[in-house]
């Protein structure tokens, strides 16, 4: 009997770089897109596909995050007297059961595989997700609950992947596919940040993951790869080598937006205030006249749905 997947790893301790200034005494995770901020749409992802437990991998000055799961009794206790209850029903959203979230220290910047294994101990014996908050997925049915309902059929580790550029995929980690069943590929290799014109496929892996605890058992050597680093996608290629068809690439339905960089943030702030009934109207007139009348078609989709 497969075990579910009930526990998730957040890796949040980078330092957010890019976004200077802003991230110099706020998070990057607390930045918001619209009025939520980037780690709120993780974790509701992760709600939406049946996740309990939330692991957050982070480092210092990430106390704004921490703060931002609790609970806020002053505010809570403001909104109640103003009978504001639409805002305090809101505010809830945000709040995280005694017991439901840990947080984990990464000291030292080693990679997204180190990140991973930072967790280990909490994770134990089980599968777990990995969910990279600078990627939102916009999509109708969330994207991890796409990827959990197909781990029920496959089990193994599964590999949130969109294709790319060939231009692009020097920036990924990208997949040598095997067999392609449609929305699921099976693996035969992996190769992470493949040199221009190398790359095995134009299958790029993203910011999801459900992996099996080989994978820790894996990064537990701490092998250096590209970089410097010890990266996930080197366990990931180990597992493959050591377990035929334990690998999977999953094709989810929807938009990903690379929120790590600031291009891609301001495409999802967009295309989410877009999707909104409460501000469609007010801001798609001022979208359309900043680019002449004209928008993308896919931008226009997006906003009549």
Not at 99 to 104: D, M
Not at 120 to 143: M, Q, T, Y
Request: a neutral charge; aromatic letters at 6%; glycine letters at 8%.
């Amino acid at each position: 009997m497969k075990k579910r997947v009930t526990k998730a790893v957040f890796p949040i301790a980078g330092l957010g770089t890019r976004f200077l200034p802003a991230t110099k005494s706020i998070p990057k995770e607390i930045l918001t897109l619209v009025d939520r901020p980037l780690i709120q749409y993780a974790v509701d992802e992760a709600r939406a596909a049946g996740i309990k437990e939330f692991i957050f991998v982070t480092s210092r000055g990430k106390s704004a995050l921490e703060d931002y799961f609790d609970t806020a009794p002053i505010l809570e206790a403001s909104l109640r007297k103003k009978k504001k209850t639409d805002l305090l029903a809101t505010l809830k959203e945000t709040n995280m059961e005694s017991g439901r979230i840990a947080y984990v220290r990464q000291n030292e910047a080693l990679g997204l595989g180190h990140a991973v294994w930072c967790a280990r101990r909490l994770i134990g014996d089980e599968p777990f997700a990995v969910i990279l908050p600078d990627d939102v997925i916009a999509a109708e049915k969330p994207c991890l609950q796409q990827m959990v309902e197909a781990h029920e059929v496959t089990g193994g580790n599964i590999l949130a992947t969109m294709e790319v550029a060939p231009d692009k995929a020097s920036s990924y980690g990208v997949l040598d596919v095997a067999d392609d069943m449609g929305s699921v590929v099976s693996v035969k290799g992996m190769v992470e940040k493949p040199a221009p014109g190398t790359q095995p496929s134009n299958l790029a892996v993203i910011g999801r993951y459900i992996l099996t605890p080989a994978i820790m058992r894996h990064l537990n050597k701490k092998s250096v790869g590209v970089g410097g680093e010890i990266q996930l996608t080197d366990a990931i290629a180990t597992e493959i080598a050591a377990n035929e068809g334990s690998v999977f690439g999953f094709r989810f339905a929807g938009h990903r937006f690379d929120c790590g960089s600031k291009a891609g943030f301001l495409q999802a702030t967009v295309a989410l205030a877009l999707a909104r009934e409460d501000l469609r109207d007010e801001f798609l007139p001022y979208v359309a006249a900043q680019v002449g009348g004209e928008m993308p078609a896919a931008t226009r989709a997006r906003a009549a749905s």
